[in-house]
């Protein structure tokens, strides 16, 4: 993402109201445009106008006063092959911090108000860590961060995490069939205390789900899956245009879905789920008896680009199961996209090719081969990138 300068709304004082109702009404649009960037990330004037219901003329008006004033950059773009201006907030000098826990790495990501990537990095990490070594390696890498591109933990406006396990939104709290079973009962409060900031936290495909409409292409899309495949399998929905969590916040567990009747048992404790023969971990197990068997998720990704028969057999019916899964979806949502995740993404029509087929086979007639699946453009940044969006979310919501 590109950089601009200028100054947050919320960092300074606010225009002051007079009683004339022209300059409430101007205040008021320009706050939904404000909101609007926060939310989304950056627009093009003509989304900013869809997504706040104001005119093309008024948000033209309102954009070129607060450019003017520092409060925006702006630059010329193209959408849908015409001509555009793509407007973003200024650089405030505050940043949102994007974290994303995996079952052995951990992802680290800061950006601006504005959407841009000023820092990144990530680690491995030990198979079975404890939360809490987890959560002293982040602090430390962030502060290593922070310092090394000058920023003091005051210019934090908030966290965001992502962990690979179910969070019980009402309580804050992992819950049990966590993918990382070492951070069942973790709470945000004890997030808060290790890493010394405000935090939010968020089931690591939710946080890609949000990624797709903020950071990547898909930002007009209303009604979007993303499906993660990795040591687990999980799905965030955005539907109508917003985060989907459910009553308990446990929502988007695909990867639970019975798919082979009296199969391997599961960690949640059921029998044939999905992530039993779809996750990169049953990929690794299914391949392990070949003579030169892929050790990591890495090596299934090189052995695929290189056509190798047993790697290819394994996608297939892996990407089939996932299919069937994903009709499921389908038939029940009605999505307009369905867009894969994680570390396996590079494979591209590899992986792609099985799971439309398992759609188009168990999706209603037609609909199966209308929706679309994409693999994301993101990769594997896509889940610290959401953090960060969620991180900028959160924090306007408190400051406002």
Do not use: C
């Given at each position: 993402m590109r950089a601009t300068s200028g100054q947050h709304p919320h960092s300074t004082p606010r225009i002051?109201?007079?009683?004339?109702?022209?300059?409430?009404?101007r205040e008021r649009n320009q706050q939904r445009i404000i909101d609007s960037l926060l939310d989304n990330g950056p627009l093009t004037q003509a989304e900013l106008a869809r997504r706040t219901g104001l005119s093309a003329a008024t948000v033209?008006?309102?954009?070129?006063?607060?450019?003017?004033?520092?409060?925006?950059?702006?630059?010329r773009t193209t959408s849908s092959g015409?001509?555009?201006?793509?407007?973003?907030?200024?650089?405030?000098?505050?940043?949102?911090?994007?974290?994303?826990?995996?079952?052995?790495?951990?992802?680290?990501?800061?950006?601006?108000?504005?959407?841009?990537?000023?820092?990144e990095e990530s680690v491995?990490?030990?198979?079975?860590?404890r939360a809490e070594v987890g959560v002293?390696?982040?602090?430390?890498?962030?502060?290593?961060?922070?310092?090394?591109?000058?920023l003091v933990p005051s210019a934090v406006l908030g966290v965001g995490v992502g962990i690979p396990a179910p969070i019980d939104q009402r309580t804050g709290t992992v819950v049990h069939g966590a993918i990382l079973p070492e951070w069942v009962g973790m709470r945000l409060k004890d997030l808060e205390d290790g890493l010394g900031l405000p935090v939010s936290f968020d089931n690591d495909a939710n946080l890609g789900a949000l990624a797709e409409v903020t950071w990547g292409p898909h930002g007009s899309i209303e009604n979007l899956v993303f499906m993660k495949i990795g040591s687990g399998i999980?799905?965030?929905?955005?539907?109508n245009g917003k985060p989907f969590y459910g009553s308990l916040g446990v929502s988007g567990e695909i990867g639970h879905e019975i798919v082979v009747e009296n199969g391997e048992r599961c960690h949640c404790g059921n029998n044939g789920c999905l992530e039993t023969v779809a996750s990169t971990s049953?990929?690794?197990?299914?391949?392990?008896?070949?003579?030169?068997?892929?050790?990591?998720?890495?090596?299934?990704?090189?052995?695929?680009?290189?056509?190798?028969?047993?790697?290819i057999e394994v996608l297939e019916v892996a990407g089939l199961l996932i299919g069937r899964a994903l009709g499921s979806v389908a038939n029940l949502l009605n999505p307009e996209l369905i867009v894969i995740g994680g570390p396996l993404t590079a494979l591209g029509d590899a992986l792609l090719g099985p799971i439309r087929?398992?759609?188009?086979?168990?999706g209603m007639p037609g609909l199966g081969g209308a929706t679309r699946v994409v693999v994301s453009s993101l990769g594997e940044r896509a889940e610290a990138l959401g953090g960060a969006a969620l991180a900028i979310q959160r924090s306007d919501a408190r400051n406002s």
């Open positions: 002051v109201r007079s009683p004339g109702s022209q300059t409430a009404l033209s008006n309102i954009v070129n006063v607060m450019a003017d004033a520092g409060m925006v950059g702006t630059q015409r001509r555009a201006l793509l407007v973003r907030m200024a650089d405030n000098g505050k940043v949102a911090i994007g974290i994303d826990f995996g079952r052995r790495h951990l992802r680290i990501v800061v950006a601006t108000v504005g959407y841009w990537v000023v820092a491995e990490l030990p198979f079975g860590y002293d390696t982040a602090s430390k890498l962030l502060s290593r961060l922070l310092e090394k591109h000058g999980g799905a965030g929905l955005i539907l049953a990929m690794l197990s299914a391949l392990s008896g070949q003579a030169d068997p892929p050790h990591s998720t890495a090596e299934i990704v090189r052995d695929g680009l290189r056509h190798d028969a047993p790697t087929a398992g759609l188009r086979d168990h």
